[in-house]
């Protein structure tokens, strides 16, 4: 039991617990720092975008920097949850991602897009190869629950990202007029 000003107090029930397998908590550490260094490089390129579509580019990209924040903390939260302690400088950021940053460089907006997508396909391929190691899921359907919800919103934000990519024609579904 912990003190807390007299009184006593039960600690969370998750934090009770030995840490978990250390594998997964190594797993969502990895899965953090790649989450962190997407949201970063979006903010960056919110930050950074011109061009005659800044205007909805830059809220676009505010909307995701921000479901990316939330998400960065959701897997924190878990990562503490389990009993451990989640990654939290810059400098264990880089040393356990795998995203590739590249500082001081400024794509087209185009460019950027394209960055942001393959940077949350790497992050979906990264959860489908966690979720598919089941025997790490028996005790803890909770965390598995986090990391599926995880990948729902990076399959969403990588359809948005692909919409904004794509051209003119490969979206039109209009039949010719040129018959």
Known sequence: MEQSRGKQTRPAEGLKRPPMDQFLVQELNQL???????????????????????????????GQYKELLEMTDDVAERIRYLGSHPVSTLKEMREEGSLAEDPG????????LAELCDGHQEINGQIQEI????????ADRGTEDLLIQLQRKHQKMIWMLKSHLATETE???????HN
């Open 32 to 62: 953090l720092a790649n989450e962190y260094l997407l949201f970063t490089r979006t903010l960056n390129f919110h930050w950074n975008v011109v061009g005659p579509r800044f205007h909805s580019i830059h809220l676009f990209l505010e």
């Open 131 to 138: 979720l598919d190691k089941d025997s790490v899921f028996k």
């Open 171 to 177: 979206n039109s579904h209009e039949p010719s007029r």
């Open 105 to 112: 460089s400024f794509p087209s907006t185009t460019n950027m």
